[in-house]
């Protein structure tokens, strides 16, 4: 039975994305890198066939042109700043989990489950909604710190897998009638979705089209950032869990639960992607069905999220509205003849150039140390005989050096032998 201890992915990525000592030259070379993915991504675009120029254009009318297009950006926002946060967390203790993408799923299906079984009046139902959501997703992923507590599984690869689990579950569920599928309306043909969630549970919006709309998702999102934040930046529990991330065996030393701790940060990390799966259930970003195809990568993209923020809940925060402006503004690109999963390529090189470079800096300074030649210590060293290179062999040895021979240095009698020797010369006297 393995013990509960760390994973060796999370706590490597913690300590590789710290800048260390050298955080100006870390900043200075993440410019020179996103400026060179910016320049890679404008390349793409014009070997593609599409203009450079037209294409920036139509990620910025579709993101950022009018309070509109404002409004679809900030929608993404919300999840994608819940996942990141929830991943923040959990690498931070050391468990690196990237089964968000499931974990979403399950916390909408928990969510859908409550909103369409439970006949709950006015807004208590949202907030069952919610809080179901993150109890369901919660325990899903407490799954994977099971599964590494009693067999040993690593959590990246449980996480992960679970994933392709959460998936087929979600499509059992919108497939079968006497669970979440929808209703029959006449004789139409059923689809593989949920029915619609009531009106008083779903999240309301600040404002009308086609002014600036701020959904409650995006408040509470930010809000659970600058919490967890605060946490884990100025409370003893935030410092028990950075301390089991970075090492984990002077935190057990010190008498922090290694394996508790652990287990209750990627719980958290569940949890968090759930609420992000609530608020997709709930929001205007989807039909506010469950359906299978219904996370839209928000996991992945969440987990991206949180490594450009360097496990950061608040820089995570403007990286979450740049992903949501390039999500929103992707739909756009079709009309320049641009590929839209071009969009995804330029995510990927934004976050190479926001990760390379404190690993690579990290590298370069462990090589230039390691070539450094040693300092002599001021340790005593043996005597200088002890260890003096042999003579040639035709020189005479000194004489310190030839041994004397035992007659030299008679051993004293012992004076109980003194009878013995007497009687001896006595006898060598008579035959004589």
Not at 151 to 159: A, I, K, Y
């Amino acid at each position: 039975m393995a013990t509960l201890g760390i994973d060796g992915t999370g706590q490597r990525l913690l300590r590789r994305l710290n800048p260390g000592p050298g955080g100006w030259q870390v900043g200075l070379a993440t410019v020179a890198t996103v400026g060179v993915a910016l320049g890679l991504s404008a390349l793409l675009i014009a070997v593609t066939g599409g203009s450079p120029t037209a294409s920036t254009k139509a990620l910025y009318q579709g993101s950022m042109a009018t309070p509109a297009a404002w409004s679809t950006s900030l929608l993404y926002v919300a999840p994608l700043l819940l996942v990141a946060v929830g991943a923040c967390v959990s690498a931070r203790s050391g468990f690196f989990n990237i089964g968000q993408e499931g974990q979403v799923l399950i916390g909408a299906l928990a969510g859908a489950w409550v909103a369409l079984r439970l006949a709950v009046p006015g807004p208590l139902l949202l907030v069952l909604v919610l809080l179901a959501s993150v109890l369901g997703a919660g325990v899903w992923a407490g799954l994977s710190a099971l599964m590494y507590r009693f067999r040993g599984v690593n959590v990246v690869v449980s996480t992960m897998l679970m994933t392709f689990l959460a998936q087929q579950l979600i499509s059992f569920a919108v497939n079968t009638p006497w669970l979440l599928q929808e209703s029959r309306l006449g004789r139409g043909t059923l689809s593989p979705q949920s029915n619609p969630v009531p009106e008083n549970a779903r999240l309301a919006s600040l404002g009308e089209y086609p002014n600036l709309q701020l959904n409650g998702g995006l408040v509470l999102a930010v809000v659970v950032a600058v919490v967890l934040a605060l946490v884990m930046a100025r409370t003893r529990w935030g410092f028990r869990l950075k301390m089991v991330g970075l090492n984990p065996a002077a935190a057990r030393h010190a008498g922090v639960r290694v394996g508790a701790l652990g287990g209750i940060a990627l719980a958290i990390s569940g949890a968090l992607a759930g609420l992000a799966g609530a608020l997709l259930l709930t929001s205007p970003v989807s039909t506010n069905r469950l359906q299978p195809g219904m996370s839209l990568n928000i996991g992945w993209d969440g987990l991206l999220v949180a490594l450009v923020a360097r496990n950061n809940p608040l820089l995570a925060i403007p990286v979450a509205v740049l992903f949501g402006v390039l999500r929103a503004g992707g739909s756009f690109l079709a009309a320049t003849g641009v590929p839209s999963f071009l969009v995804d390529v330029v995510k990927a090189l934004l976050v190479l150039a926001f990760v390379a470079p404190p690993v690579v800096i990290g590298m370069l300074r462990r090589r230039r140390l390691a070539d450094q030649p040693a300092t002599p210590t001021s340790t005593p060293t043996a005597p200088v005989a002890a260890v003096a290179s042999p003579e040639p062999a035709d020189a005479p040895a000194p004489a310190a050096s030839v041994p004397a021979p035992r007659t030299a240095a008679p051993e004293p009698a012992d004076p109980g032998d003194a009878g013995t020797a007497g009687t001896k010369d006595a006898m060598e006297g008579r035959l004589a």
